[in-house]
């Protein structure tokens, strides 16, 4: 079935270090969303990317997605203890405009 | 405020006992969606629905039921819970269109079944 692979699973960083989190699908995706769950909250919608090749910034956030519309990935330049929290990316495929797959999440530890 | 409540937040009820979840949108959102959260696993979507009426089995339906009878409520019914129904439950909702792709999600309901 369709997939979203996503890692690392856990990222500890040291405060002002950067961070990455990648997201991989075995086929091609019509559009990836990103969001960010902060411990014991809900899922918050960050962004979505579609164009293949897209790049969007949000301050110190950089998201990609890839050229085959099968990868993306998130970058936080200086990480803050702010950024602590788990990002999970979500694909929505070609043949369906209302089924999301989330990938299992990459939780971020920041050490102040 | 625009929000999606959920109720309960928490819940814990014993094999068989037949229990609703309930989800409300303020927003006039068309789609609604039911999620259950597992460590590990992310987030899987139990069941969507496009609108009233209209409902779809998302990637693991067994063992839930949804109903969409108001545009504002898309409640989550679990007729014989199990113990490995045990987990965080989301619900969320989006506006239809191509620009309004962004999902809000409820709070959250910890639902534990012994």
């Known amino acids: 079935g369709q997939q979203v692979m996503q890692i690392p699973q856990y990222q500890h960083v040291q405060e002002g270090e950067d961070f990455t989190t990648y997201c991989n699908s075995s086929t091609t995706l019509s559009n990836i969303q990103w969001y960010k769950q902060r411990p014991g909250g809900h899922p918050v919608f960050l962004i979505q990317l579609v164009k293949s090749g897209e790049v969007k910034k949000q301050k110190r956030l950089t998201f990609q997605f890839g050229e085959a519309k099968k990868n993306s990935s998130l970058h936080i330049t200086a990480t803050q203890t702010t950024d602590v929290g788990t990002y999970f990316c979500a694909g929505r495929w070609m043949d369906s405009s209302y089924k999301l797959i989330f990938g299992s999440g990459t939780r971020l530890l920041v050490r102040p | 405020e625009a929000q999606v409540t959920q109720n309960p937040r928490y819940l814990i009820t014993v094999t068989g006992k037949k229990l609703t979840v309930t989800c409300s949108q303020n927003?006039?959102?068309?789609?609604m969606s039911w999620y259950r959260q597992d460590p590990g696993l992310g987030l899987r979507q139990i069941y969507y629905s496009m609108n009233v009426e209209v409902t779809d089995k998302g990637d693991v339906p067994e063992g839930y039921k949804v109903s969409r009878k108001e545009k504002r409520n898309f409640p989550l019914i679990l007729e014989s819970p199990s113990p490995n129904q045990t987990s965080l439950y989301f619900c969320?909702?989006?506006?239809?269109?191509?620009?309004?792709?962004?999902?809000?999600f409820g709070p959250g309901t910890r639902l534990t079944v012994t």
């Open positions: 969320a909702s989006r506006d239809r269109g191509l620009k309004s792709y962004e999902q809000y």
């Open positions: 927003m006039n959102h068309e789609y």
